[in-house]
């Protein structure tokens, strides 16, 4: 089905964020179910939320007074790295798919990566160590507990999906911003604007629930392999791919987010999904599955 | 290739959902809920 994807995207960000009343309120969804996190980068601070961001969910652990390790997250982001690795970015991140909306805005030149692609890359990693793992357990208050350093310093989807809603329907909180305000701000700013130029900016040089889920992507239940006997080394794989793929090549990538268009393009069918393809192949299909 | 990688990720599914649940039962999912059911404000540039 054409725009399937996008469906789906615009499907399950309508869905873990539907909590209308926090949007018509100003006020944030307190029931259960926030215990509970959602896949993609999602801020729990969003008035729509109903789960939690896992990258969030992670510092507030490790944040908190006497613990060093939060096996409930990362279990979580475990067991959804290994189901489907990085097709959670591309199928089922809010963040992610805003800025493939923005990415459509028309620009003279669009690029594929941005000068100093391989050093930029690395910067995500960084990031994880740094801002979600290092600074929360570390730099602590006389109480014992750290702050959330990426969601405080970094994470554009928190200012967009939660700042910017909440400053405009709360008045208190619109009167309480100040600095970092216009710090994170300015950080959403340059991304948006990055993300008219680049596919996905911050998926591929920052965001460090890509770096975890993308070290997944060789193993994944929901993973890419290409049938060495059928490539025939034609290219069009990384001609299509929008995040400059060489897929023939590493079918494995940490970048790849499973948007599918190599396989769309694949012109012998050669790059398939081995669980899917075993799914079809003993239900008595004969044509590859669709992702 | 296939074969080889076939196991590693339902062992690896396996082990992310016990620790879900060793997690959740050693209070952690507490945490999470105390921290995301009130507005976050180092979340929203604020704190």
Not at chain 1, 32 to 39: D, F, G, T
Not at chain 1, 51 to 67: D, F
Not at chain 1, 161 to 187: H, N, Q, V
Not at chain 1, 243 to 269: A, Y
Request: aromatic fraction near 10%.
């Amino acid at each position: 089905m054409k725009h399937l994807r996008l469906i789906v995207q615009a499907c399950f960000a309508a869905l873990t964020n539907g909590y209308v009343r926090g949007f018509v309120e100003g006020k944030i969804y307190s029931g259960p179910l926030k215990q509970l996190c959602v896949p993609g980068l999602n801020c729990y601070s969003c008035p729509g939320a109903l789960g939690a961001c896992p990258i969030g969910a992670l510092q507030a652990v490790l944040g908190s007074r006497g613990r060093q390790f939060s096996f409930y997250a990362i279990g979580f982001l475990v067991a959804v790295g290994a189901l489907c690795g990085r097709f959670v970015c591309g199928w089922l991140c809010p963040f992610g798919l805003f800025q493939e909306l923005v990415h459509k805005i028309p620009f003279p030149k669009k690029l594929k990566k941005l000068p100093g692609d391989k050093f930029l890359r690395a910067l995500k990693y960084i990031v994880l160590v740094l801002f979600v793992v290092i600074l929360p357990l570390t730099v602590v208050n006389i109480v014992g507990i750290g702050d959330p350093w990426f969601c405080k310093y970094i994470c554009p989807s928190g200012m967009l999906f939660g700042g910017i809603p909440l400053t405009i329907l709360d008045e208190g909180i619109r009167s309480a911003a100040g600095m970092l305000f216009a710090w994170k701000f300015f950080i959403l700013a340059v991304v948006i604007l990055l993300s008219i130029v680049v596919y996905r900016p911050f998926c591929r040089y920052l965001c460090p629930l890509g770096a975890i889920y993308g070290l997944f992507n060789p193993v994944a239940l929901l993973r890419y392999e290409v049938d060495s006997d059928k490539c025939i080394d034609c290219g069009k794989c990384k001609k299509s791919c929008p995040m400059d793929i060489d897929l023939h090549k590493e079918p494995g990538s940490k970048l790849c987010v499973r948007c599918g268009k190599c396989k769309k393009n694949c012109p012998t069918g050669a790059i398939y999904n081995p669980v899917l393809a075993a799914m079809h192949k003993h239900a008595g299909h004969t044509k590859n599955p669709s992702v | 290739m296939t074969r080889r990688k076939a196991w590693i990720a339902p062992a690896l599914l396996l082990v992310g959902i016990g620790m879900m649940i060793y997690g959740a039962m050693d209070g952690e999912a507490e945490i999470v809920l105390r921290k995301a059911a009130t507005i976050c404000l180092e979340c929203i540039g604020v704190g």
